[in-house]
């Protein structure tokens, strides 16, 4: 049984800062990608970032490169965000996902992961 608890979201004027966090209990795997995707109303779930279990591995989607830093805190079963510059865009639901034995760190970008967290909205105005 693998718990994703995310926090972090808020709302935060257009141009600012904000870093999410995923908790990680339960099950814990040595080789795993974890990820964070994002839905905005009326839009398709679209993955945001990934990252592999090593951290050598990374991902992001077009629209968040060079605003937004994906990290991983082993020790603490933690996973981060860090999203700077801000846009109206960026408006969303923001998930925490976590892939079990990918079978490749390439398996990272895939769109289906296993676990997922409950979600914290971020807000950009």
């Known amino acids: 049984h693998v718990q994703l608890v995310e926090s972090g979201g808020g709302s935060v004027q257009a141009g600012g800062s904000l870093t999410l966090s995923c908790d990680l209990s339960g099950d814990t795997y040595t080789d795993a990608c974890m990820a964070w995707f994002r839905q905005a109303p009326d839009k398709e779930r679209e993955r945001v970032a990934s990252i592999s279990s090593d951290g050598d591995t990374i991902y992001y989607v077009d629209s968040v490169k060079g605003r937004f830093t994906i990290s991983q805190d082993n020790a603490k079963n933690t996973l981060y965000l860090q999203m700077n510059s801000l846009k109206s865009e960026d408006t969303a639901m923001y998930y925490c996902?976590?892939?079990?034995?990918?079978?490749?760190?390439?398996?990272?970008?895939?769109?289906?992961?296993?676990?997922w967290g409950q979600g914290t909205q971020v807000t950009v105005s």
């Open positions: 996902a976590l892939k079990p034995n990918p079978g490749g760190s390439f398996m990272c970008r895939s769109l289906y992961y296993n676990y």
